[in-house]
């Protein structure tokens, strides 16, 4: 295993019993959370890069509560009582979650209020609370708010004939209270319009900045919740207004389909879309000023209890200092990346050289340090090329403004034969991908959305092309979605191959995706739900059989997750016959490492750092023949049992010698990586005393930061 020393990070963990051999899924998840956080609260990091931090890490944490939370809750209302693998009810789940949460949500606003907007500002980039305003700037917002604030707002009165209105997920809304000279005491709420920039670029004199930062670099803004408030009165003439307070719920966001029952599959989606607004609630984040009978008819009018109420200090809703990135001050950013082309297709012009490149050897996508024009160049040169007859591709979280989308309605247009799956259920994602299924229905793409029951997740493209010596299939696969934006801050690797065994599987598989294909066999690809379990199981008994037999057993996994039980308690079972098995899990891992007879051959490692790490890779050293797997599979029961996914070989030596090398330089990071321990806390990997960390995503940087 790779020497590391460890530098103990102080955290408020909720610590499980040492006799349960898994970490709850949940607390682990909330401890990934947790290094998004310390992220933002490395100094090593320039000032708005730890605000994009900040940013997502409340991003995060709104999902999970959308999610798991909502899941949770439901499972206590249906009277579940079953237990979790790590031996906790949901109901004790839900307690300790809320152990966990409150500490961490305090580093967070005090990471913001106490370090780093201080530090913006004085960097001459200003987020000011509305009572720090000159008489100028306020009479600037003013004007603001009559201009563009006041015609989009609605307040509603809250009294027996207005019912409690329905509060929107995630929306920031102010709970006003009046009082009239009749009635006595009301309450109204106004919603903090999303369709407005929450953070207002204020006009009306340059805030106070040092001499050394030009004018045009200097940034003012304040909050859009602060403006409404300071002119709320306009919203209810001759009446006199008591308090303002801001609130935010999170709503159960988890989307529940009988797709069996479903005669139009678009069309439930596009349904559950809708009703996903109208969850029940599971969080109420308020003010810490709010005062308790405000809390209390909030909570009464959203059936919610006090242990779903988060006090929080300073502004709710931080996600939106994301706002903040697209300010022009590179010197507060990292410095540019530039993607560049693999060196086997630097040199294609045409498409006819592209599709020479993948047939004399495969070709190894490494994301975001590779650009992924090549793979939209593939696309885009099957569209055109009149030798190419058909495309097939999956689609699973494409984004806006797809240039691979375009791409594919451009090949129908140019008379190909194209089949797209889009997978209407991609969390988060439905509204998006049904825009894109309508859009290439409407082209004439030939759009189906997978099988009943599962989620296709498989990173699949298929180009059948007319050559010289008859029909010859190019294929990628992948471990990330086609999607330009995120190929640029996720690492994920890609492969292009034209090999026929591959491209075989490949087909059989689309077969399967499209009509009645019940295929479980497949050459080269191991397949989900039909086969990936049993191959990946077979592949960790033969490094078993090898370290009982006194050869050198030796895992290396690098994923997303680690949480399904049979994958954990093999891997244990591995441990004690003498695998060395070393993990790289980016977010949760319920497997508990370095306990003496039970895993005390298994290190695990996270990193986290200014990419997404994305990527899943799965070393078998079988003796010195490795076999090595890429593909869009984490070990998770949900990706080995319910979802279409696919892990693929690499069998070329060079790239297999890349692959390995990979791995080297993430399990030599000092800088970026966290080990986990056996209680479940993380530890920062240092360096061996008298040597530099080693940081392995700028390592893999290095020929992406020359000035183009």
Not at 283 to 311: G, W
Not at 458 to 469: G, M, Q, S, T
Not at 515 to 540: D, N, T, W
Request: aromatic share 8%; proline share 6%; with cysteine.
């Amino acid at each position: 295993m790779t020497s590391v020393a460890f530098e103990t990070i102080e955290n408020d963990m909720v610590h499980l019993s040492a006799a349960s051999p898994y970490f709850n899924r949940e607390l682990s998840w909330l401890e990934f959370n947790r290094r998004v956080l310390e992220e933002a609260m490395d100094e090593r990091h320039p000032l708005l890069e730890r605000v994009k931090f900040l940013s997502i890490f409340s991003t995060n944490l709104d999902e999970f509560f959308m999610i798991r939370v909502a899941g949770l809750k439901q499972q206590i209302a249906a009277g579940v009582a079953s237990r979790s693998p790590d031996g906790l009810t949901p109901s004790e789940q839900l307690h300790a979650i809320r152990r966990a949460v409150i500490p961490l949500l305090e580093q967070h606003r005090s990471c913001w209020l106490d370090d780093i907007k201080p530090k913006l500002h004085e960097q001459g980039v200003h987020v000011l609370d509305y009572h720090e305003l000159t008489p100028a700037q306020r009479a600037a917002c003013a004007e603001y708010f009559e201009r563009e604030v006041f015609p989009v707002l609605t307040p509603l009165a809250i009294d027996p004939a207005h019912p409690f209105p329905h509060i929107s997920n995630l929306s920031l809304n102010l709970a006003v209270v009046i009082h009239d000279p009749d009635e006595g005491e009301l309450f109204a709420r106004v919603k903090v319009p999303a369709v407005l920039p929450r953070l207002v670029p204020i006009e009306g004199g340059l805030c106070d900045s040092p001499d050394d930062i030009p004018p045009e670099r200097r940034y003012c803004f304040t909050w859009l919740e602060q403006i409404i408030t300071a002119n709320v009165a306009s919203l209810f003439p001759g009446e006199e207004i008591v308090e303002c307070y801001l609130f935010r719920i999170t709503r159960n966001a988890d989307m529940e389909i009988e797709e069996e029952e479903a005669d139009d599959l678009l069309r439930v989606i596009e349904e559950g879309v809708r009703q996903r607004r109208f969850g029940a609630v599971v969080r109420l984040q308020v003010q810490h000023s709010m005062p308790e009978r405000v809390r209390n008819l909030l909570l009464t009018n959203l059936k919610l209890t006090p242990d779903d109420v988060y006090e929080m200090r300073g502004p709710l809703g931080l996600s939106d200092l994301m706002q903040l990135t697209k300010i022009d001050r590179p010197d507060l950013k990292d410095p540019p990346f530039y993607p560049i082309p693999p060196a086997p297709l630097q040199n294609a012009r045409s498409s006819e050289e592209l599709f020479a490149a993948i047939r004399q050897h495969d070709i190894l996508l490494h994301h975001p340090f590779h650009s992924f024009q090549p793979l939209v160049s593939l696309i885009q040169a099957a569209a055109e090329d009149p030798n190419v007859l058909a495309i097939k591709q999956t689609l699973y979280r494409v984004g806006s403004n797809s240039p691979i989308v375009k791409a594919l309605m451009h090949a129908r247009e140019q008379d190909k034969q194209v089949t797209v799956l889009v997978e209407l259920k991609a969390r988060f994602d439905e509204e998006n991908n049904i825009i894109w299924a309508k859009q290439l229905e409407r082209a004439g793409v030939h759009v189906v959305y997978g099988l009943v029951g599962l989620k296709t997740h498989a990173k699949l493209a298929l180009i059948v092309r007319r050559e010289h010596d008859g029909l010859r299939r190019y294929v990628h696969l992948g471990t990330g979605n086609y999607n330009a934006t995120t190929a640029r801050i996720y690492t994920d690797l890609g492969l292009l191959t034209a090999r026929p065994d591959i491209a075989a599987d490949v087909s059989e598989l689309f077969n399967r995706l499209t009509g009645f294909s019940r295929q479980r066999h497949y050459r080269k690809l191991l397949v989900a739900p039909v086969s990936m379990r049993e191959c990946l199981e077979a592949l960790i008994e033969r490094e078993i059989a090898h370290a009982q037999a006194g050869r050198q057993g030796h895992l290396i996994f690098k994923c997303n997750a680690i949480v399904d039980k049979k994958i954990i308690d093999l891997l244990y079972r591995a441990s004690q016959a003498g695998v060395t098995i070393e993990l790289i899990a980016r977010g949760i891992c319920c497997l508990r490492p370095g306990v003496p007879g039970l895993s005390e051959r298994i290190s695990v490692r996270s990193i986290v750092g200014r990419f997404l790490e994305h990527s899943r890779i799965y070393y078998f050293a079988n003796n010195g023949n490795p076999d090595i797997y890429l593909g869009s599979a984490d070990l998770m029961e949900r990706n080995l049992d319910r979802r279409v996914e696919t892990l693929f070989p690499i069998e070329s030596e060079p790239l297999k010698a890349e692959i390995r090398q990979l791995l080297d330089v993430y399990l030599r990071d000092t800088s970026r990586a966290r080990i986990l321990m056996p209680d479940g806390s993380y530890v920062r990997a240092r360096p061996p005393e008298g040597e530099a960390p080693f940081d392995s995503q700028a390592f893999l940087s290095r020929d992406n930061m020359t000035p183009r």
